[in-house]
């Protein structure tokens, strides 16, 4: 059911205060892609759920990030992803936020561009969807508050510290579901961490802007070897960061640019966030000008917004009770506790700068052990945080691959209710089933025997 915007102002009015001391089946860290799907998804199943997002809305990259282009719906012409992540994009389709899939070009000025089907979108329609989603489903929610320490006991979390403006919060909890994509409850909870050490030789961030006045359809019409050279110019002057030119229209003039890069830096290091804060919004202003002056389609453009947060790639991720691995992505490897399908691409961004990025053959599998651990039995880690090498964490990380995380995250976490809330005694059969009544897809044998675009 979709409410109406009378009806949003009333619910949320109603949103149950927040207090300590307070109880839930369900705790959601992060109201990300991940976490909001996993928030709807377990409330919608009947768990009293409460998600607890740092920044100010839900959807994470794709709104505080601006990173305006779902992938991971499609492997080729194969839609692998639905339920309640298709539900919200075409609720974001609906609300005029977008005009649908499109085929595109990833990394068209690259040297190893990519075709594949995408969804770009308006974010700020997408916050408005996601606040009906989470409204809709009665979930509790705290925004502008942050997970910031863990009560243990019995091998499980059985509580969390919530910082926000006005004092922290002890909320107690059944079961919890990590979404913040930093595997921040994990750590708390002392589960175990790879690439905890990397820190500056993880895949680099990318702070993306918004330009009005653009020209989009003038700059589409360039071939690719004219926007090479271009990228290939501006680089040459220090202007351009990458031979990346990503743009996601919006409307008929406003274009979404990817097309900052800032390597050696530590996501987890506040000193070095700090700083790729300040670098990225340099390279936007370079970026912007050089775009203006020599780019066709961008002549008359002007700076109309600079993402909340820089996007982030790669942070640490949960050591699970499965390592997925370039080979499951490659070689489709099926799971018996399939739990969500990845479509790609697999993208790496290598520390010489150089872009990895490859189409896998098929759609593939990933299993609900890669979202638990053997050391906390009430904890699902979702999103980019799962249980995968660096090479398959550049396949699952997409934004529709981490909402059918989400969604999986959901069902588990509220069918562990029956099993004294420990998530690795679900069976696996049950949640399958649970999210194929809903329109998910969670094994390879799910897929309809033919699809096709809408």
Not at 51 to 64: L, Q, R
Not at 87 to 108: H, K, M, Q, T
Not at 234 to 249: N, T, Y
Not at 326 to 338: G, R, Y
Request: proline share 4%; glycine share 12%.
């Amino acid at each position: 059911m979709t409410i109406g915007s009378s009806e949003v102002l009333q619910r949320a009015g109603r949103l149950s205060p927040v207090r300590s001391g307070d109880h839930f089946d369900i705790v959601v860290a992060g109201g990300g892609a991940s976490g909001l799907m996993a928030t709807v998804s377990a409330a919608r199943q009947g768990a009293r759920v409460l998600v607890v997002e740092t920044s100010g809305c839900f959807g994470g990259a794709g709104t505080t990030s601006m990173v305006a282009q779902w992938l991971g719906f499609y492997n080729g012409e194969t839609c692998a992803v639905g339920g309640l992540p298709m539900e919200f994009a075409e609720r974001v389709i609906a609300r005029g936020g977008s005009n649908g899939f499109e085929n595109y070009v990833l990394a068209e000025a690259t040297v190893r561009p990519l075709h594949l089907k995408r969804l770009p979108f308006n974010p700020e329609i997408a916050k408005l969807v996601a606040d009906e989603l989470v409204l809709e489903s009665g979930a509790s929610a705290l925004v502008h508050a942050r997970i910031c320490g863990a009560s243990l006991g019995d091998d499980r979390v059985t509580g969390v510290q919530i910082e926000t403006s006005g004092g922290r919060l002890d909320v107690g909890a059944s079961c919890f579901v990590d979404a913040t994509g930093d595997a921040v409850v994990a750590r708390h909870a002392g589960a175990p961490l790879t690439d905890v050490e990397t820190g500056r030789h993880r895949m680099g961030m990318s702070l993306v802007f918004r330009l009005s006045h653009v020209d989009v359809a003038g700059f589409r019409a360039l071939s690719r070897q004219e926007k090479r050279a271009i990228a290939l110019e501006g680089m040459a002057a220090g202007e351009l960061f990458w031979d990346v030119l990503s743009v996601s229209p919006v409307g008929t003039s406003d274009a979404i640019c990817l097309m900052s890069h800032l390597d050696g830096l530590d996501n987890l290091d506040p000193n070095d966030l700090t700083k790729a804060e300040f670098i990225g919004r340099y390279q936007v202003g370079r970026i912007a000008g050089f775009l203006k002056r020599r780019m066709p389609g961008f002549a008359a453009c002007e700076l109309a917004g600079i993402a909340s947060h820089i996007g982030v790639r790669e942070s640490v991720r949960l050591v699970g009770d499965h390592l997925l691995t370039e080979q499951d992505v490659v070689d489709a490897t099926p799971f018996e506790d399939a739990i969500a399908l990845g479509c790609g691409p697999l993208d790496i961004h290598e520390e010489d700068g150089k872009l990895r990025l490859f189409m896998p053959a098929q759609p593939f599998e990933i299993p609900a052990r890669s979202m638990t651990c053997i050391s906390v039995k009430n904890l699902v880690v979702t999103g980019r945080a799962i249980s995968a090498t660096r090479e398959a964490n550049g396949a699952i990380r997409h934004q529709a691959t981490a909402m059918a995380l989400g969604q999986a995250a959901g069902h588990l976490a509220a069918h562990a209710g029956a099993y004294d809330w420990d998530v690795r005694a679900v069976p696996h059969g049950s949640v399958q089933k649970s999210l194929t009544a809903t329109g998910a897809l969670p094994s390879r044998g799910h897929l309809p025997a033919a699809t096709a675009v809408s």
